[in-house]
């Protein structure tokens, strides 16, 4: 149950902040309707193929949409907001900054390894079939689960499942993108401002 406080917020502060709902709708009932939401939603785990779509959701939905979201993080932040600005505000915050164990992390060696991770565990996943597992009392070797191959529709569940996380984060860059090119040039603000603005320090970087 306390895991579901910090899932809660990771939710609803998001979809405030970025004002996809309006911030005069009260926390409490917006916190309730979400809960109520995916509360009706999990009832599809209840029924007598809950368990193969929790095997299935399982094995696609907490996979490749992770190690894309943290390549994309580790990118953003290095490449994007910059490796010297985020040097700038945690000596702001611990006193110093960090390392050069952190440096080479944090340019290299991080991003480089979740992506060769991500792109391993696609090859394997590629080329591996969808199978999930059956407790057949008429399986030729019961009490083992027997292996039955999904049908091929599940295939299009498996790509919106593993698809729609990952792509909302170039949508999003393409919309900013888009957005900004359509305004005036002197309201024109990037994904990262090109005008000066207040770190968390107090300095400014342009």
Request: hydrophobic share 50%; glycine share 8%.
């Amino acid at each position: 149950l306390s895991s579901m406080f910090g899932n809660m917020e990771g939710v609803v502060v998001p979809l405030q902040d970025l004002r996809i709902i309006p911030k005069k709708w009260p926390k409490e009932l917006l916190t309730g309707l979400i809960c109520l939401g995916t509360y009706l939603l999990a009832f599809v785990f209840t029924l007598n193929s809950g368990q193969y779509w929790l095997s299935l959701l399982d094995g696609y939905a907490g996979s490749i949409p992770l190690l894309v979201i943290a390549f994309c993080e580790m990118f953003a932040v290095v490449y994007v907001y910059g490796v010297d600005r985020f040097n700038r505000d945690i000596e702001f915050m611990i006193g110093h900054k960090p390392n050069i164990f952190w440096q080479v992390a944090w340019r290299v060696a991080s991003p480089l390894l979740v992506l060769v991770i991500f792109l391993f565990f696609l090859v394997v996943k590629v080329n591996e079939e969808l199978v999930y597992s059956v407790w057949d009392p008429a399986y030729e070797e019961f009490p083992k689960s027997q292996k039955v191959t999904y049908p091929g529709w599940v295939y299009a569940v498996v790509v919106i499942v593993a698809g729609v996380p990952c792509l909302v984060i170039p949508g999003f860059a393409i919309y900013k993108l888009l957005r900004d090119r359509c305004q005036r040039p002197g309201d024109r603000q990037g994904l990262v401002s090109g005008l000066s603005t207040a770190s968390i320090n107090g300095d400014l970087k342009s």
